[in-house]
Nanobody, 127 residues
Framework: QEQLVESGGGGVQAGGSLRLSCVVS????????MGWFRQAPGKGREFVAT????????VYADSVKGRFTISRDNDKKTVYLQMNSLKTEDTALYYC????????????????????WGRGTQVTVSS
């Protein structure tokens, strides 16, 4: 059974940093592009970042560009989201997701393309 388990969330003051991790099991990690999404209270889920199967290409939402970094370790079947210079507006439930795609496919930011989802990890940024 496919599983994605996020961790690393918590409370932090504005300007601080957190590193989220997402460990996957039950499917072949290297066949999937990986993405991070988030949902703030009262808002819809939105794209944050994505990384291709081989880790060579990444895309970020404008709101996090220059502050967040997505990476993956295919040996550990883990995708990471390093979040620096956190702002109160980054407060949300953060989800990782897996997109089955061909090796040469470009990154996708569309939630509908993603096949499997984790349950999320909460990030709360206080002022």
């Amino acid at each position: 059974q496919e599983q994605l388990v996020e961790s690393g969330g918590g409370g932090v003051q504005a300007g601080g940093s957190l590193r989220l991790s997402c460990v996957v099991s039950g499917f072949t990690f290297t066949y999937y592009a990986m993405g991070w999404f988030r949902q703030a209270p009262g808002k819809g889920r939105e794209f944050v970042a994505t990384i291709t199967r081989n880790g060579r290409s990444t895309v970020y939402a404008d709101s996090v560009k220059g502050r967040f970094t997505i990476s993956r370790d295919n040996d550990k079947k883990t995708v990471y989201l390093q979040m620096n210079s956190l702002k109160t507006e980054d407060t949300a439930l953060y989800y990782c997701a897996a997109d089955r795609t061909i090796l040469t496919a470009p990154p996708t930011i569309s939630q509908e393309e993603y096949d499997f989802w984790g349950r999320g990890t909460q990030v709360t940024v206080s002022s």
